[in-house]
């Protein structure tokens, strides 16, 4: 459809906005802070843990397995049937068809990508990810993804550094902090 | 911190805990939006539109579990339940009656500062002459200054109808100010 003027609308649309000053009755407002929250059922579901406390432990987690992993799984993209990393990149098939619905994340394993960056920009990339990860899909990474990668480090210790085509990346310390 | 902490996501995650307390952030947070939508679905009824609010944020605590966040917002998750709540509200309670009722005047029992205002006051009475799927683009994008790709989500459109319907409406208020 081709895009209409909203220029030839203005006046109307200044006056719309205007009704954004049509608010909530202050007695509802009341009514809700007084009655209504206070008479909610509590849910059956515990807290376990303070939201803020695991979702942060939860991202710097899940940067420390992708980061301390990223030379491992970049050589794994070469192994074949039988070999030792074979089972890695088989997660990382997995993990990449995953991200493909998962835009943000997709990028933190585009391994091609990382392998080309300088470390300070890994670094500046890790960080921005650290808060994408904490803002916009860190649910989804806790659930899905976690469970694939626990097995990663027990493949690692087995793999010497010999084996990686490129050295991994250190964590910067202001993420473990 | 303080952002984050005030975030939806937090909010939400806490809400999933069962944390009343995030419920009444959280409430606050949108109350107004959702009254005045709401609002002028009703037909600028005051009261029906205060209630119709507490039924939606009611519903909202008890079916957060099922809100996905990447599915949408937050808001558009409201919005979304807002809409059924006023469906449902006219299925009950009036079937022989269109929607929304076409109603003229302003029926606010107590009138606002905003509606003293004349050329406000004759806007909003022309807001109810139209369709209802018009006047939601309207409130949707202009007063509640929402994404043409939320308000598409919300009422199940694509952006392109969402986009001639805002012009269609905007067209007809137009006329009707004339």
Known sequence: MKQFAEDNYQDIITKLKKIRAVKAPERLVAHVQKTLIPSLPISAVPLLQSSLFSMQAFAVTTLLVVTSSAGILIASQQSRSGDVLYPVKQKVEKIQQLFDRIPAIGKLLDFRNIKTKSVPEVIDFIQYQKQDLQKRVEMQLEDQVIPILKDVPKIVPTVSNETLLIPTVSLPSILVK | ?178
């Not at chain 2, 409201?78 to 022989?96: C, E, F, G």
């Open chain 2, 1 to 178: 911190m303080l952002n984050w902490l005030s975030s939806d996501i937090f909010l939400i995650r806490r809400l999933k805990h069962g944390d009343s307390d995030a419920f009444g952030k959280l409430y606050l947070k949108y109350l107004d939006s959702i009254y005045r939508y709401i609002y002028f679905r009703v037909g600028q009824k005051q009261e029906l539109a205060e209630d119709l609010s507490e039924t939606v944020f009611t519903k909202a605590w008890e079916n957060i579990t099922k809100f996905k966040e990447h599915r949408g917002t937050l808001k558009a998750w409201l919005y979304m339940i807002a809409k059924n709540v006023v469906v449902d509200h006219y299925r009950k309670a009036k079937p022989t009656i269109a929607l929304d009722e076409n109603i003229t005047g302003v029926n606010s029992v107590i009138e606002t500062e905003i509606e003293k205002n004349e050329d406000i006051r004759q806007l909003m009475s022309c807001l109810n002459q139209l369709t209802t799927e018009q006047k939601q683009v309207i409130t949707m994008k202009y007063i509640e200054d929402m994404s043409n790709q939320e308000i598409a989500q919300i009422l199940n459109k694509q952006e392109d109808a969402v986009r001639a319907l805002q012009h269609r409406a905007l067209q007809k208020l137009r006329e009707l100010l004339k």
